[in-house]
Structure formats: structure tokens, C-alpha cells
């Protein structure tokens, strides 16, 4: 027998591909426990994540469900999710107006006005637009140079250069460019100055 011969009639009688059931369906089976007794806390991502995984094997075969079970997952989408007015919900899952407002206030946000490095130029801050919405902020020279925040004559050029007492604008570069030495720490950057330029 060749070898490729041996190991196709290996991995079809092992089963190699199948997924093994989570902790919480394992459960479920062995307790007999219907899935709509759900161990979970009902909104914890382990919640939804038990009828998803019933779904998958049930199409597969791979998993014998009680007539009230099977209506379940035939005909409702639990465990699925989608977007509704830019948050993303729980399809077939019923939220009070209480719950969308408290999903909407966890979307993530960035840090409002915390430089951190990198980008597509040395460094980036995320800021709030006068008119509403946030807007990210790229700033630092990427040829190489470097801010000379320690040296008292290249600061004083620099402020003079860039006009850094008249730059009042947090969503422009060289608001933010202007006042670096201010939030060298938080940048690594090395400085003995932490005031403004």
C-alpha cells in the first residue's frame, strides 16, 4: 500500500477535521439540559456562542436535538449577530431601548487627546471635531529627525517656524507638534523640558 494510500483511509475513519464541542455543550449533553436552559448568563458572549455552536453541528448531523430544540435553531437566528444603527446586536435576541443605549455607550472609543507613536507619520492622537465625530491626527517628521526638545535654541526656532503661540487648533499637526515635549513620557522620549515649545 502507498503511503498517501494509508493516510487518506487514516484521516477518514479519524475524524481528523471535527471540531471538539465546548465545555458548555458538553454539558448540556451529558445533563440532558435543553438548550433553552442555557447555563450561560443570558448577553455573556459564552451565551450566544452555545446556540451557535448547536447550529453548526446540528446541520452537520452531528447533534440530536428535541423537537422544541430543533424549532429553536431552525427557525431563529440566536447565537447570530447583526448591526443595527451602527451597533451590533443579537439577532432573535429581544433588547429593551435601555439595553441598545447601553450597547451603543460601549462602543469602543479611542483615547481622546493621548499622542501614542506610530502611524503614518512618528506619531498620532485621536481628537474631537468641533462639529461632533472624532478625528485621528497624524504628526512627527518620518525622514529621520528627530525633536530636539532639550536643546533651548532648536525649541525656540521650532516654536518661531511653526508659529506655536498663535496654533490653537487640536485638530491640526502642528497644535499637536508644538506642545510634544509636554507628553514625552507618554511617547519615550527622552526630556529634561516638559513644558510648551
Known sequence: MK????????????????KPISEGLQYHIDNQK???????????KKYFELFKEARELYKKGELLLTE???KLIKNTDLGEFGYYNGI????DFP?????????????????????????SKKFYVYVR??????????????TGLKAKINDPKARKSFAAR????????????????????????????????????
Open 129 to 142: 471635531k468641533p462639529g461632533g465625530g472624532i478625528k485621528k491626527v497624524s504628526f512627527g517628521d518620518t
Open 95 to 119: 433588547m429593551s431601548e435601555e439595553q441598545l443605549m447601553e450597547a451603543k455607550a460601549k462602543k469602543k472609543q479611542p483615547a481622546l487627546n493621548k499622542p501614542k507613536r506610530g502611524g
Open 3 to 18: 503511503f498517501t494510500d494509508f493516510l487518506k483511509e487514516v484521516t477518514e475513519d479519524c475524524n481528523c477535521d471535527k
Open 68 to 70: 422544541e430544540e430543533e
Open 88 to 91: 451590533k446586536v443579537p439577532l
Open 162 to 197: 511653526h508659529k506655536c503661540a498663535q496654533n490653537k487648533d487640536k485638530t491640526s499637526a502642528g497644535y499637536w507638534a508644538c506642545r510634544l515635549p509636554r507628553y514625552a513620557s507618554m511617547l519615550g522620549l527622552k526630556s529634561s523640558f516638559t513644558g510648551y515649545w
Open 34 to 44: 435543553l438548550l433553552t436552559e442555557n447555563v450561560y448568563r443570558p448577553f455573556s
